[in-house]
């Protein structure tokens, strides 16, 4: 079976959820005019490569699934950026490393799942909610 390598150039997404769609096996640096409050679940997709550390500019983010994918390197410290993510959840990719000290700062935050992954290192919240 041959791999299609495509780059995701995404751009006025107001609802983005995909599902087991192989043809996507890279994710590249994404561009997007995003609503706030819509989520983005790339959850299921066999993509693979870093996450762009372009992802703060997704200012108005509360909700981001990119789990059980083929993610790897490092989560950016520019993800601590996202200040309205509610829910975050980047299980069963290969991320490794220390987690970003950055998420700390992510203040809304109530879901996380880093599980399944080569991760180490602790989160030191500066609220007083933990997520889950």
Known sequence: MTSIQTQ?????ISHAKTCQNLALTKFSKAYLD????QPIDFSCNSLMG???EEIHLLIG???LNLSRNQFSGAIPNQIGDLKRLESLDLSYNE???????????LTSLSYL????NNLSGTIHWKHTGQPS
């Open 8 to 12: 995701l150039y995404l751009t006025k």
């Open 34 to 37: 995003h609503k706030p409050n």
């Open 50 to 52: 870093h996450i762009p």
């Open 61 to 63: 983010l509360t909700n």
């Open 95 to 105: 991320f490794s490393g220390q987690i970003p000290s950055s998420l700390s700062a």
């Open 113 to 116: 799942n880093l599980s399944y």
